[in-house]
């Protein structure tokens, strides 16, 4: 099981973006989360602990498995792991395991901690749909050779079947009321199948699907829709739906272009809401400034042109969409997070990627880069 192969080193320019990524994020957390944890729990510790114990230490060892397993397994195996997924996701609605937030029903309660099963579902998606695919592709290419057959029917084969599988996570997704990670999902997988060089009406009609999923749920949502009009008017309501928006940009433009300095932010001290995990970005930008808060921006843009280097040079189609689709999902989920916190994307409440506090994504996203770097080893720089 475990990859004994010969192959070429680790992308190490790949293993050190990711390296800063995540100790930015630590770094960022151990100061932003300090006055909280003294708050509610007596020590400044508390949250940052609760990071490493729950989150980065697991996903650093499991990352590390992920990292040295033969990816035969991983690909032979993936649709098991798409299925426990969605089997343990559907678990959320069960008495006393299930945990409601907010309105939504979306973690699992296991006692000492919790667990968001829709995070898992972010990356074996990924790991299910790259294997299907590349297997469907790679007929569909033995068949344009073949003068024995026709020209394959890629709507029957791989378009149809592509949409039955969104359906049920939009179904899964819809019913936990979240809509933020059913985006990136949809998203993500469309940007996967776009690579696959499929047909560019089937591309079309995907994306206008995920439009149109998008304004169904903001309009049986209302609480959607007054978070899109919010940002015509940040200064709508102030001291209500607007107010995290509000505080948020107060924090961010007190940065001006140096930053306030690390530790020295005022807006954490109970001004901006959610401050260690959703509005972490704002709280940097404030102590770092537009400079400290550029080059996070372009460490994520950076990381994304190295995936795509990456999955440019390789010719497994397996390699090529797993990048694609792990790289679009971080990037993505940054500039959705990163967005919403300078008023050009909707308030969502999802975490940025390596940096934002929560368990379950860090654990899942070093799982993920874990995959990553292991693939990075049989491509040749």
């Known amino acids: 099981m475990i990859n004994k192969e010969s192959s070429s080193h680790i992308d190490y320019v790949l293993l050190l973006t990711i390296g800063m990524l995540l100790l930015t994020g630590i770094l960022i957390l151990a100061d932003v ?3 909280l944890s003294q708050e509610k729990f007596g020590k400044p510790t508390y949250y940052l602990l609760h990071q490493l114990f729950y989150g980065i230490i697991p996903g650093l060892i499991i990352g590390f498995i992920a990292y040295k397993i033969n990816l035969f397994f991983i690909k032979k195996y993936s649709w098991i792991f798409v299925f426990f997924t969605l089997v343990i996701m559907s678990f959320v609605f069960l008495p006393k395991m299930g945990v409601t937030s907010g309105g939504a029903t979306r973690w699992l309660n296991f006692g000492f901690f919790t667990f968001q099963p829709s995070e898992i579902l972010k990356l074996t998606f ?3 749909l790259s294997t299907w695919l590349s ?8 068949t344009k050779s073949s003068k ?4 394959p029917k890629t709507w029957v084969k791989v378009f149809i079947p592509f949409l039955a599988i969104m359906g049920v996570i939009i179904i899964l997704l819809t019913l936990q009321r979240n809509l933020s990670t059913l985006m990136v999902i949809l998203i993500t997988g469309g940007l996967i199948y776009f690579s696959a060089s499929t047909p560019l009406i089937q591309i079309i009609i995907i994306f206008l699907i995920i439009l149109l999923v998008a304004l169904l749920l903001i309009k049986f949502f209302p609480y959607r829709l007054n978070r899109v009009m919010l940002l015509l008017d940040p200064l709508k309501d102030p001291m209500g739906l607007g107010y995290q928006l509000k505080q948020s940009l107060i924090a961010v433009g007190s940065g001006g272009i140096l930053g ?5 932010s005022y807006q954490k001290f109970g001004y901006v809401p959610q401050v260690i995990s959703d509005s972490i970005f704002a709280i940097f930008a404030e102590e770092t400034g537009f400079i400290g808060a550029s080059l996070l921006v372009f ?3 950076f990381f994304l042109w190295r995936c795509l280097y990456l999955a440019k040079k390789t010719n497994d189609l397996f390699s090529r969409f797993y990048i694609i689709g792990f790289s679009s999902w971080i990037c993505i989920q940054a500039f959705i997070n990163i967005g919403a916190m300078i008023g050009i994307v909707p308030l969502t409440g999802i975490p940025l990627p390596f940096i934002g506090y929560g368990g379950s994504h860090i654990l899942v996203e070093l799982i993920g880069a874990g995959i990553l770097l292991n693939i990075s080893k049989s491509i040749k720089n």
């Open 33 to 35: 989360s300090a006055v």
């Open 126 to 128: 990924i790991i299910y």
């Open 135 to 142: 297997k469907r592709i790679e007929i569909t290419k033995k």
């Open 148 to 151: 024995k057959y026709k020209k």
């Open 260 to 264: 306030l300095g690390l530790g020295n």
């Open 299 to 301: 460490l994520f843009l």
